[in-house]
């Protein structure tokens, strides 16, 4: 099954640090809310602090909880998830009102305002935990949603092997064939690797592998072309921690095409493709550019038309961390440049 179809667990979502601080800030809005039941006196301030606090402690306890019960909640289904997530919300609740309690009660205090106490305190943590839990469904439902939106679009990009490329390569083949059969092979090798790649690989991969693939096809267009298409690859050492970079699978392989489709193949003359790899801060830049026909083609004025997939599927990668930006350059190539969290 794809990295895509292996719905991530809802804790893993919970416990994501962006997801953490909404959570955190949550909790001290909650407290807010509840210091303005009581009137705006002097005592005000106090109270807010107290209940922030009670609310901080709270909320951590029970990330804490379900942190430490990630290992149960992975065997367990995900509908099991918002069940131990409210009990532990509730446990949470009581051991922090009681002990609240005890630190602040008053000798004059009966038994029964503790009872008052506690069961106010509880029922509190049932509403606002079944109002969040609520919350967290229709997010995890959207999320799903997008996940399912994002499936679609990796199978489009898998089906998408245009058909003039395949007639292109068995033709190239078929002309290779009798004077050279060891490159008719060699062709022929390499473009079952590349479907095999492009239809049957994970969804979410190594930036090396996408590199071995886009170079498969380049190897296939290069019969095509011959000297027509010049190839420059700026790559860092084999053994460089930037390979091993995570990206979703097919997004190097379309940008290389587009750049053979709109850039080299409309001109007689051909052009020159380059595709470089390198590191900036926390991410990693893989620049892909072309030059383009002299005068342009109306071929050459649909670059960005099959970039859009590649690029909703980069934004939605690592907390919305990547992205791809294309256009003309101040040289008039075109570029497009995936940046990708490292």
């Known amino acids: 099954m794809s990295a895509i179809a292996q719905r991530e667990h809802p804790v893993e979502a919970l416990l994501r640090p962006k997801a953490l601080v909404v959570t955190v800030l949550a909790s001290e809005a909650l407290a807010v809310v509840l210091s303005l039941t009581h009137p705006l006196d002097a005592d005000w301030p106090v109270r807010l602090g107290l209940l922030s606090l009670s609310l901080l402690w709270i909320t951590i306890t029970a990330l804490c909880g379900l942190a430490l019960c990630r290992p149960l909640l992975r065997r367990l289904p995900t509908t099991a998830f918002p069940w131990l997530a409210l009990t532990l919300l509730v446990l949470a609740t009581g051991a922090v009102a009681h002990t609240g309690w005890t630190l602040t009660r008053s000798a004059s205090v009966s038994d029964d305002g503790y009872s008052m106490f506690m069961l106010r305190a509880i029922a509190t943590a049932l509403v606002v935990g079944m109002l969040a839990l609520l919350i967290y469904q229709n997010y995890l439902q959207g999320r799903e949603a997008a996940i399912g939106h994002k499936e679609a679009e990796l199978a489009v990009l898998r089906a998408r092997v245009q058909p003039h490329f395949l007639f292109n390569t068995l033709n190239t083949g078929i002309a290779l064939l009798h004077n050279q059969p060891e ?22 991969g190594p930036l090396r592998a996408e590199i071995a693939l886009a170079q498969q096809y380049l190897a296939i267009e290069s019969l095509r072309f011959a000297e027509r298409l010049d190839v420059q690859w700026v790559l860092p050492d084999e053994d460089s921690p930037l390979l091993d970079t995570q990206l979703p699978a097919l997004s190097l392989q379309p940008l290389v095409e587009n750049a053979i489709k709109h850039g080299i193949e409309p001109s007689l003359l051909g052009g020159r493709l380059e595709i470089s790899i390198e590191p900036q801060g926390a991410q990693v830049l893989v620049r892909v550019r072309n030059t383009m026909p002299n005068p342009p083609s109306t071929s050459s004025r649909g670059h960005g038309i099959g970039l859009d997939a590649v690029r909703a599927r980069t934004e939605s990668f690592g907390d919305g961390s990547g992205r791809l930006q294309a256009g003309p350059d101040a040289d008039g ?4 440049v995936l940046t990708l969290p490292r």
């Open 183 to 204: 490159r008719a092979e060699r062709l022929l090798l390499d473009l079952s690797d590349l479907f095999r790649a492009a239809f049957s690989g994970p969804a979410v």
């Open 333 to 336: 190539n075109f570029v497009a």
